[in-house]
């Protein structure tokens, strides 16, 4: 298959996301959080949070509209059958509460080959209303050769 | 925490229907997860667990812990292989160093024989850093 590196560098359109309680009690009841901070709004204000707390893995809500633009985007021109998820990485900053504004940008990274894989790495970078850095994100996607 | 201690192991068997609560609490309605048809056309053994519900599985792991959400500073992974609906998984850890306030877990999750995250790395702020 052929990769284009044209795109490296290639930043979107930010993206708002607005907390809200119970998508993060959702997500938090999806993935089997038991931890009340996540399900309780007044065991959350207990512990001296403005509302419930989202999970660290609750960045994958407010990231993935703008991620699945990337995705989507011809000039990147990911093969969908063939995509596999290769990695990710996450590095954290001040927890998110439901009621919090967050934005994030992503860029393209990475674009190479190796035997006919495509190797795909995008960056995120989200950030609440005070102008903290909530989470970054590295999405690594791998494009599989044509059998 | 102290250089190899292992973290409390966390096991999780997602139900049948997982994959479906997981797309609409995430947002990733990729068919490959929610379909089982759609899955077999494309060559796998039928619907998939999403990888990032599996991360989740490792971060929680971390969380556990490291006392609660705040802990978790810095989790990668590399998915390898897939997981499947409606069989046990199950995340281990042991803490390879310490360090201003900081604790590093080597971390990984298993299915069965297989393990299906490897290579993962977390970072732990400890209370008192």
């Known amino acids: 298959m052929a990769v284009n590196p044209g795109v490296i560098g290639k930043t979107y359109p930010r993206a708002q996301y607005a907390v809200g309680r119970e998508k993060i009690r959702e997500y938090a ?11 309780d709004a007044s065991a959350a204000r207990e512990a001296g949070h403005a509302d419930v707390v989202a999970p660290p893995m609750f960045a994958v809500v407010y990231s993935l509209p703008v991620i699945l633009t990337v995705l989507f985007d011809p000039e990147v021109g990911i093969d969908f059958p063939r995509l596999v998820h290769g ?22 990274a990475d ?7 495509g ?29 | 925490m102290q250089p190899g201690d292992e973290i409390t192991p966390l096991a999780v068997t997602p139900d049948r229907y997982l994959t479906v609560r997981y797309a609409g609490a995430s947002g990733d309605f990729n068919p490959i997860h929610i379909d089982e048809e759609f899955a077999r056309q494309v060559g796998l053994p039928g619907r998939i667990l999403h990888g990032l519900y599996t991360m989740a599985q490792v971060a929680r792991a971390q969380t556990d812990a490291g006392g609660g959400p705040e802990s978790l500073k810095r989790l990668s992974v590399q998915f390898r292989g897939m997981g499947l609906p409606e069989r046990e998984l199950v995340v281990t850890g042991t803490v390879t160093a310490v360090a201003d306030g900081v604790a590093t877990v080597e971390c990984g999750c298993e299915q069965g024989a297989k393990r299906i995250i490897r290579n993962a790395e977390a970072e732990l702020r400890l209370p008192d850093g």
């Open chain 1, 29 to 39: 009841l999806a993935v089997g959080e038991t931890n009340p901070l996540h399900l």
């Open chain 1, 111 to 117: 674009v190479s080959e190796r035997a006919g894989n």
């Open chain 1, 119 to 147: 190797f795909y790495v995008f960056a995120s970078e989200s950030v609440n209303g005070q102008g903290e850095t909530v989470c970054s994100g590295r999405w690594s996607n791998i494009v599989r050769a044509a059998a």
């Open chain 1, 87 to 108: 990695g990710q990485e996450f590095e954290w900053g001040p927890l998110v509460v439901a009621g919090d504004e967050i934005t994030t940008t992503v860029s393209v």
